[in-house]
Antibody
Framework: QITLKESGLTLVKPTQTLTLTCTFS??????????VGWIRQPPGKALEWLAL???????RYSPSLKSRLIITKDSSKNQVVLTVTNMDPVDTATYYC????????????WGQGTTVTVSS | QSVLTQPPSVSAAPGQKVTISCSGS????????VSWYQQLPGTAPKLLIY???KRPSGIPDRFSGSKSGTSATLGITGLQTGDEADYYC???????????FGGGTKLTVL
């Protein structure tokens, strides 16, 4: 059974850097075709994809946020970390990590999400 | 502004059928798999359809997906009040090099 859980600060100040950790179980990020992605959802708005990292360390970023995002993995710890720099109130959202089924191009299992508020 | 266009809302009576469209382009829907997600109020999204028309284990066959050209469609038959949720389509956009989600469609079961 695949599970994922997001963790990190829930309140950050403008201009600060947000670091979110996705801790997962039930799969290995060393297995061919496997990936983990981050998706966020501002209150009352649509889902927005942020970043993806694959088993071979291939990384993909949202073009609109690429300059502010860094995604890394620690396969030995079963963790994926997303760093978002220069946080702004518009970055207030629920942040989800999800298991990527590479061959199908879908997110088949999602974490429960963590709500991040950006406010001074 | 998403490159995938969905109607903001749809509604139908219990027991009826509804379809939700997802309009894209040659750089996304045409050449890549489409997936659909259901987001019940206050919960995380759940995979409903993958590879255009396949259902994960546990998803009832009341839910179906199809794709034709630059558009994809989610169909739901035998509507239940428990189907009230937001529905999102998603696919990879080869030109942008990015995963794209539609703007979401709110389903109301009257």
């Amino acid at each position: 059974q695949i599970t994922l859980k997001e963790s990190g600060l829930t309140l950050v100040k403008p201009t600060q850097t947000l670091t979110l950790t996705c801790t997962f179980s039930g799969f290995s990020l060393s297995t061919s075709g496997v990936g983990v992605g981050w998706i966020r959802q501002p209150p009352g708005k649509a889902l927005e994809w942020l970043a993806l990292i694959y088993w071979d360390d291939d990384k993909r970023y949202s073009p609109s946020l690429k300059s502010r995002l860094i995604i890394t993995k620690d396969s030995s710890k079963n963790q994926v970390v997303l760093t978002v720099t220069n946080m702004d109130p518009v970055d207030t959202a629920t942040y989800y990590c999800a298991h990527r089924r590479g061959s199908s191009g879908c997110f088949d299992v999602w974490g429960q999400g963590t709500t991040v508020t950006v406010s001074s | 502004q998403s490159v995938l266009t969905q109607p903001p809302s749809v509604s139908a009576a219990p027991g009826q059928k509804v379809t939700i469209s997802c309009s894209g382009s040659s750089s996304n829907i045409v050449n890549n798999y489409v997936s659909w997600y259901q987001q019940l109020p206050g919960t995380a999204p759940k995979l409903l359809i993958y590879e255009n028309n396949k259902r994960p284990s546990g998803i009832p066959d009341r839910f179906s997906g199809s794709k034709s050209g630059t558009s994809a469609t989610l169909g739901i038959t035998g509507l239940q009040t428990g189907d009230e949720a937001d529905y999102y389509c998603a696919t990879w956009d080869s030109s942008l090099g990015a995963e794209e989600f539609g703007g979401g469609t709110k389903l109301t079961v009257l």
